[in-house]
């Protein structure tokens, strides 16, 4: 295995400062679809990211020649005035020189996206492998093809994400869909991609989170939503699970020598698919993104916070990353907060058991 000293042994920079008014109470203000400006309080600025990270763009993707990428998701090909977070991701490796499988379920909708990719960057190197992340047989038959074609694997992006529609939904193993796509189907992926990880060079994991995780509320009793369903509350469950297990791997990869980073990234509030392919453009999120434009930065900027996690030689295992601007919601990549509820080792250890035996995999 290689590895990179700065990769592993660096710990993530402290923290910004947390002002009297919270990130969490103003995301909430701008969930309820409250315009909110941050000016100062008690004069000092609200959230505003770290000044520790320079202004980091696409053009400071560092080359990324012979390294292979999987980036999960990544069809979301621009479609009127949104796009998705993986599309920009995967074509911002691929500009830089990866070789990036897009791993997805619509083969047709990779196949257009990789157009779309090629015609950016004709010498661009990407391919498609199907995936449906909620579908346990569909994340064994892909990690069974990836471990076949023995090519090797130095970077993994969980960024496939759903918000799930108003009614809930099961999986074809039976779990509810929204924990089942953002939460299980990605750790089971890493479980069982984890050896190709840490024969790779300088290996990364990176996973897709959200600010909205700060609202979760994880019942490992009722993971499943059987007593209560709410499209919202699925979601901001299933990414708090999502940022618990991205946390917890990099503690247990330092712990047993692993050799592989595990690094959070979160895009702010970006314009893509997510809402208007979940609940739908009638439900209160759909609301606000339609009347309310001025709350969502472009998704290419949004991936960016990912992107940093993935290609920077500045970005340490068990770090979270976001937009630096206000409230984290938009702007360029900088250190993001660990919400309280993702904090608790405990809770770690058993939301990281709960999902290997719900998954039947096995990170030993």
């Known amino acids: 295995m290689r590895s990179s000293q700065d990769n592993r042994r660096q710990q993530p920079d402290s923290e910004p400062p947390r002002s009297g008014l919270s990130r969490r109470s103003l995301l909430g203000m701008a969930a309820a679809g409250t315009a909110v400006v941050a000016v100062g309080v008690g004069g000092n600025r609200l959230w505003s990211g770290s000044s520790e990270i320079p202004d980091w763009t696409y053009e400071n993707i560092p080359p990324q020649q012979g390294r292979r990428v999987i980036v999960t998701g990544a069809n979301g090909f621009p479609e009127g005035d949104r796009s998705g977070l993986g599309f920009h991701i995967a074509l911002g490796l691929a500009r830089a020189g990866a070789h990036v499988i897009i791993a997805s379920r619509s083969q047709e909708r990779g196949e257009e996206a990789i157009r779309w990719m090629m015609a950016d960057s004709p010498d661009a190197v990407v391919r498609f492998e199907p995936l449906d992340l909620a579908d346990l047989n569909s994340v064994r038959n892909f990690v069974a093809s990836m471990h076949a074609s023995s090519g090797g694997l130095d970077l993994l992006v969980n960024n496939a994400g759903t918000m ?26 890493t479980a069982g991609l984890l050896p190709l990880l840490r024969n790779g060079n300088v290996p990364r994991i990176v996973w897709m989170c959200s600010g909205r995780g700060a609202f979760g509320d994880l019942d490992l009793d009722d993971l499943q939503r059987e007593q209560s369903y709410d499209y919202a509350s699925a979601y901001n469950d299933s990414k708090q699970a999502h940022l618990i297990a991205a946390l917890e791997c990099d503690r247990r990869s330092r712990a047993l020598g692993w050799g592989v980073a595990s690094i959070a990234a979160h895009p702010g509030v970006a314009r893509t698919n997510l809402i208007p392919d979940g609940p739908g453009l009638d439900s209160p999120e759909g609301w606000r993104f339609r009347n309310m434009p001025f709350m969502f930065q472009g998704s290419a900027q949004g991936a960016l916070p990912a992107l940093y996690a993935a290609a920077s030689p500045q970005a340490a295992g068990g770090g979270y990353y976001g937009p630096k601007g206000v409230m984290g919601m938009r702007g360029l990549p900088g250190l993001a907060s660990v919400p309280d509820n993702s904090r608790d080792p405990q809770m770690a250890v058993d939301v990281w058991e709960t999902l290997q035996r719900l998954g039947t995999v096995s990170f030993s």
């Open 164 to 189: 799930g529609t108003v009614e809930r939904q099961v999986s074809v193993d039976g779990f509810e869909r929204v924990f089942a796509t953002n939460a299980l189907g990605p750790f089971a992926l």
